[in-house]
């Protein structure tokens, strides 16, 4: 099974291959489901990190549902990963209906040949997954992260294991949301997917002294963030890899 970790910045990055994760995706911004990284970022990744490394091409939060500026943006970005040696995008586009915009998503999988095309969770938004399955395969999209349709991969696990039988192993099905180190093998062992997903976020304190104007609204206080954390991601390559 391919662990994945979704890194949010360079330094979780080099903590998930140093954690021993087989592959990355990189991004920022996870509070709101991730947006595509800095062109430095991903450099920097491409010359420091020697395992796979997929980077998320979203330009926004939001919808999933682009204008034409932001396609021509999502164009660009899948270029640039291109020119530099990035092994694979990560992509999500829809309709106002709900179905899958397939005519852009093909346009941007050829665009980006000879990189791999992962389909990221706004699968789960689409109204007909298992319909949209074949689609995403037959335009060589190469895999898709999915929850399930539900808040968690643990919550979508039977809905998970629909979209595997009808995959049959032509499209990698990589599951995601909600999972770590104390629910990984449960879900595992009660869905053999093809690889799991997570970002296994630690918060780091920042050591800033002064009391700070209230900047932002979030999760966690005013001036912390979040990181990939070594110990988590460790743990949960060991009890996939130990089974």
Known sequence: MTIEVCANSLTSAINAQKAGANRIELCQNLWCGGTTPSAATIELAREMIDINLAVLIRPRSGDFCYTDLEYQTIQRDILFCKEIGIDGIVIGLLLPDGQIDIRRTAQLTRLAHPMTVCFHRAF??????????????????SRILTSGGASTAIEGSSNIQLFLHQANGSIEIMAGGGINSKNVLDFSNKVAVDAIHLSGKAIIKSPFQIKPIHLNVGDIPELDYQQTDIEEIATVVQLVHST
């Open 124 to 141: 789960d938004c689409c109204i007909n997954p298992l319909g949209a399955i074949s689609q995403l395969k037959n335009i060589g999209v």
